[in-house]
């Protein structure tokens, strides 16, 4: 792999990488560290040792590779209530414990901060959700590059939400508005955009902070891909004012080798539960494109009549179908899931999976089809880099907006029809019935000119996220770009000329 210099450099770029400790954000900016390494900067990653566990492997395989690359450990602190170990927030963090996490991650900042002082790194990438490490930088007198987590498509949306209110300018939750001040005239509902914009919750006040930091910081790192929302990445710079790099699809350019995808986000290279890889041989006998592949993310928890709809709608649907469950406590979903699952794999029409799928890999396999996604960002990225159509169920987090990107822009998904965000924590009272979700599916895996068109479009972004991380393309500049500008800064700050402002 090429190592990207600027003239007059000698010495190696030493880089920080902070991660969150939630799956979706953790997965990414581990990535985004990996391809840092694998262009020539020696990276530091830090975090807990519950979280390490989840991607020490390919650090591992990295290193061994010949990439200065390697994992910097802090403990978390006890407090009162937070269980021994417990050091992530995700699907199966109840509220209260999410709390104590973030509590205990809070705790952290000053080890953090003497950490970035003995490391003595020339730029930091910290994660969006650590507003504080822009000023640590600033100390340091070193860059910090903000990772920002969603489409640059959403945060767009979301900064004319803030600017113009036009949720405020209807008259009920089911009206639709136009989000004002976008390349593409973009309609929503007031129940489909995310509560703190509605009314000042805890979340507005972390969020004020995230944007301030993102303002102040030198620039911010994206996953996606120019040819994938373009003019939005254009508009995100011009209302935040700094610098910003795509540097997607991030998954596909890191995890190249069958190890690294099997095992990404889960550290165990097989999911509980499921038998040596059944659903491996499963696929296997299954023909080119016929199935369906359905996963909700790592932060989703379904009510039972809600798992209950999405069974009958996939048992009915007339296709054959991959499950990821997920994790399910004892109770009468689980047991009316463990039925289920007997049947569809005695008839053969569905397999599913209980915890961790091995995503990369799935989306990967010939058989699969088309994919049922939450439209969480990372999953969007890597279906669309596998060339599959979507059906769209948005949940919460900037999820909604996703869709539309999806459906109306792109025109590469059908939406299910969610009409009601949630908070990640609390589902509501909206219940997709099982008749939506199979003729969502009909549509996805149908034959018709419109079905057919739909995976001639997602294919052709698909040959784009392709071209974006080779040589010369949109991806491979932008991570050029930002690594030389690390080196130029600091080369400056070893030979100063004159004063040069951090952001
Ligand atoms: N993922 C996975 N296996 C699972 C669930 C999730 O590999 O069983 C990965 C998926 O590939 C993606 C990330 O976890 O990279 C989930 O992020 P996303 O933004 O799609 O959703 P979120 O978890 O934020 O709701």
Redesign the pocket.
């Known amino acids: 792999m090429e190592s990207f210099g600027v003239e007059g450099e000698s010495e190696t770029l030493k880089a920080i990488f902070l991660p969150f400790i939630?799956?979706?954000?953790l997965?990414?900016v581990v990535d985004i560290a990996r391809i840092f390494a694998m262009h020539g900067v020696d990276v530091t990653i830090i975090t807990t040792p519950a979280n390490a566990a989840v991607f020490q492997g390919s650090i591992d395989r990295d290193a061994s590779r010949g990439r200065s690359i390697r994992t910097h450990l802090v403990k978390l602190p006890q407090v009162p209530g937070l269980p021994e170990g417990v050091e992530t927030i995700?699907?199966s963090t109840p509220m209260d414990i999410a709390l104590k996490v973030s509590e205990a991650l809070n705790l952290l900042e000053p080890q953090f901060r003497q950490i970035f002082h003995q490391l003595n790194p020339d730029f930091i990438v910290s994660d969006m959700f650590y507003p504080w490490s822009v000023d640590a930088a600033a100390e340091l007198g070193i860059p910090r590059v903000i990772y920002v987590?969603g489409t640059y498509f959403a945060h767009c949306a979301m900064d004319s939400l803030e600017r113009f209110e036009p949720h405020k300018k209807v008259d009920s939750e089911d009206e639709s508005f136009l989000i004002p001040g976008l390349p593409y005239n973009l309609e929503m509902t007031r129940s489909q955009i995310p509560e703190r914009f509605k009314t000042p919750t805890e979340f507005s006040y972390i969020m004020k902070k995230v944007k301030e930091s993102e303002k102040k910081s030198y620039g911010s790192l994206f996953k996606s891909f120019y040819a994938f929302e373009g003019p939005y990445e254009e508009l995100y710079r011009t209302i935040v004012g700094t610098k910003s790099w795509n540097v997607g699809p991030v998954?596909s350019w890191v995890n190249q080798d069958v190890s690294d995808k099997r095992s990404?986000?889960?550290g165990k290279e097989e999911?509980e539960g499921n038998g040596k890889a059944g659903w491996l041989a499963w696929l296997d006998s299954k023909k080119k494109g016929s199935v369906v592949y359905v996963?909700?993310?790592?932060?989703?928890n379904f009510p039972d009549t809600q798992l209950v709809e999405i069974a009958h709608g996939l048992e009915d649907c007339g296709h054959d179908f991959l499950w990821?469950v997920?994790k399910i406590n004892e109770g009468e979903g689980r047991a009316f899931l463990e039925e289920f699952g007997k049947r569809v794999e005695a008839s053969n029409k569905g397999c599913l999976?209980w915890?961790?799928?091995?995503?990369?890999l799935i989306?990967d396999h010939p058989a699969v089809g088309g994919v049922m996604?939450?439209?969480?960002?990372?999953?969007?990225?890597?279906t669309v880099d596998a060339g599959l159509p979507m059906v769209t169920w948005p949940?919460?987090?900037e999820?909604f907006f996703n869709e539309r990107l999806l459906v109306d822009v792109l025109k590469i998904a059908v939406p299910i029809g969610a009409k009601k965000w949630k908070s990640?924590s609390d589902f509501g009272d909206e219940i997709m019935e099982r008749g939506k979700i199979g003729d969502a599916i009909a549509l996805l895996m149908g034959e018709g000119e419109e079905c057919e068109e739909m995976r001639r479009r997602v294919k052709a972004l698909s040959q784009e996220a392709k071209k974006a991380i080779q040589i010369g393309g949109s991806s491979y500049n932008s991570l050029k770009d930002v690594i030389q500008e690390m080196k130029s800064f600091k080369l400056e700050k070893l030979n100063p000329k004159d004063e040069k402002p951090l952001a």
Not at 22 to 25: A, K, L, N, T
Not at 355 to 360: F, K, R, V
């Open positions: 939630s799956p979706s954000h997965v990414p995700n699907a987590g998954s990404r986000g889960h999911e996963c909700f993310g790592s932060m989703n990821v997920g999976i915890g961790w799928a091995p995503q990369l989306l996604t939450h439209c969480g960002m990372n999953t969007v990225i890597e949940l919460f987090a999820q990640w």
